[in-house]
């Protein structure tokens, strides 16, 4: 079996995100207190390149994401994110794609 992880992981604090870095920890610490890790190979993620990111989302949206990016970044709010069906605070992006 092999795990992926980063560190990078971590930097997720949105906790009502289903990517946050205390759902993060807890499943690590549960890992190693049952010591799965022992049997378990972990990788870091490679980037993903266009093609994978395409692969789960239109390129209407990358292209959304792009131009937000490349004008600054910044907070964008009311984006449909599961669990919930519509983010009702911001979240940060960064500048760069």
Known sequence: MVLIYSPDY???????HIENNG???A???ALVEKKYLENIKV???????END???VHT????DYIREF????????TMIPT???PVMKWPFWLPAEL
């Open 69 to 76: 990016c490349s004008s600054g970044g910044g907070i964008l």
């Open 43 to 49: 990788l870091e993620p490679e980037k993903a390149s």
């Open 53 to 55: 990111i395409l692969r």
């Open 10 to 16: 971590d930097q997720h604090h949105d906790p009502l």
């Open 27 to 29: 499943i690590l610490d």
């Open 23 to 25: 759902r993060t920890h």
């Open 82 to 84: 599961p669990p919930r």
């Open 59 to 62: 390129s209407e949206h990358v």
